[in-house]
């Protein structure tokens, strides 16, 4: 097995991945102590790659996140993957490039893995990465962390995982519960030092502080990589700048999630849109934070869930190649950044981690639907505005449309088994009776 790992790496630093998709230039590794990847540009649809320092993998800009794959109802009218569909979405995006794909085992109430699986199966194992996680939050005992770690090699039908994250990481805390205290950590450097991972890092969702704590322990693990959240937003209005700097300072590439906020920053308020489509009309709203989220020098990868092809094909547009911002652009978009902030939005990012609910609340549709309403200028404050009835009726016709009212936010009894798993550290109870007073008070001020 050893001797296959290191054939395949051998063929990934000459550049296989790129052989197989349309006879693409070799690559070649570089090792340095800058967090600065190499930027290189394919024949195919010219997809920009950035080179990781560490090892010489030469990995699309653009990567699959596969926790959106597009759903359909079985016989039993279940929400399954649509692995046809899928299949398509899959071929097109390594037709034209990519190849970084993103899962998990919770992903799409556990069926990610398996249909991102049997998706690459059916191309050559050296022409794509994959990636995936030891999501061991319901249950992090060494027995299931090592079951939950070698079925992902079975769902994934791959002996050797490329990218491996110790899953959703926001300090010392969480660290020492799920990786320390049962071993785990020092399991999976072993596997590492087998082949069997060839990269090993983490994905943050914390604050500054947590952050340093991992960050202390780079020495002892060697992270080759860190997954983090970046956007235009959280940028200067959370902890992504300090973060990335961080990395850039220890040489450690990193992958970004979330570069759209969970879609937030694609559907935005009408004269946010006008804003960014006067400065560049021929390029989509969601390719400024695309372009953005791609423009710093120690970005290896940038994710993006796309369930739908015109998605792939969008984002195919903007990274084949990706054209950086430059200076009078950042500037534009943190100004973008600061005018998005006054529009009180719940910072739900659609990952359902909170889900299910015990209680069976829909709660990613009553955070987004409160979203778009926002964004729309359909969230009346007082009955004296001017709008007050216009928008009243928008969102209650559009809220039952949206959530079933045996799903909705009245339901909620408060019970806070939501708020752990979320890693935006939503408040999401104080919410869900906000959006419910809210209702209330709308069908009693006809």
């Avoid at 653009?62 to 279940?78: F, H, Q, S, T, V």
Wanted: glycine letters at 6%; one cysteine or more.
């Amino acid at each position: 097995m050893k001797n296959d790992i290191n054939r395949r790496e051998f063929l990934k630093r000459a550049g296989g991945a790129a052989m197989v998709m349309g006879g693409l230039a070799a690559a070649t590794g570089c090792r340095n102590s800058s967090a600065s990847t190499e930027t290189a540009t394919s024949a195919v649809e010219e997809m920009t790659y950035r080179i990781n320092p560490g090892n010489g993998d030469k990995v699309s800009i653009l990567g699959y996140g596969c926790m959106r794959w597009p759903m359909i109802k079985d016989e039993n009218d279940r929400d399954i993957i649509d692995q046809e569909t899928t299949n398509r979405l899959v071929d097109y995006a390594i037709e034209h490039g990519v190849n970084y794909f993103d899962t998990s085992p919770v992903y799409l109430q556990g069926q990610s893995e398996q249909a991102t699986g049997i998706a690459l199966k059916r191309h050559p194992r050296e022409s794509y990465f994959i990636a995936t996680k030891l999501s061991n939050f319901s249950n992090s005992s060494r027995e299931n962390s090592i079951m939950m770690y070698r079925k992902s090699f079975e769902n994934l039908q791959t002996d050797y995982i490329d990218y491996y994250l110790l899953h959703s990481i926001s300090g010392m805390d969480a660290f020492k519960k799920r990786y320390l205290d049962n071993g785990m950590i020092d399991f999976l450097v072993e596997e590492r030092k087998a082949g069997r991972i060839r990269n090993l890092g983490f994905s943050f969702h914390g604050g500054n502080e947590g952050w340093d704590e991992l960050m202390a322990l780079h020495e002892k693990y060697h992270w080759d990589f860190v997954q983090i959240q970046l956007n235009y937003i959280d940028w200067k209005h959370a902890n992504a700048e300090y973060l990335q700097t961080e990395l850039d300072k220890r040489g450690i590439p990193s992958i970004i999630m979330e570069p759209l906020l969970g879609g937030r920053l694609s559907k935005v308020p009408q004269h946010i849109a006008d804003r960014l489509k006067e400065r560049n009309p021929q390029g989509s709203v969601a390719s400024w934070a695309f372009r953005f989220a791609g423009t710093p020098k120690g970005v290896l990868c940038v994710l993006s869930g796309m369930t739908y092809m015109e998605h792939l094909q969008d984002n195919l547009k903007t990274y084949s190649p990706l054209v950086p911002l430059n200076d009078e652009e950042l500037t534009f978009l943190y100004e973008t950044a600061d005018l998005m902030k006054k529009y009180p939005t719940i910072p739900c990012n659609d990952c359902k981690y909170c889900m299910p609910c015990p209680y069976g609340i829909d709660i990613p549709a009553i955070l987004l639907h409160y979203n778009k309403c926002v964004n729309a200028g359909e969230v009346a404050q007082s009955i004296e505005d001017e709008n007050y009835r216009k928008a009243r009726r928008a969102y209650l016709v559009s809220y039952d449309r949206a959530v079933p009212k045996l799903r909705q936010a009245d339901r909620c009894i408060g019970c806070n088994t939501c708020v752990e798993h979320c890693p935006q550290r939503i408040k999401i109870p104080q919410e869900l009776h906000k959006i419910s007073k809210y209702i209330e008070n709308l069908r009693k001020n006809k």
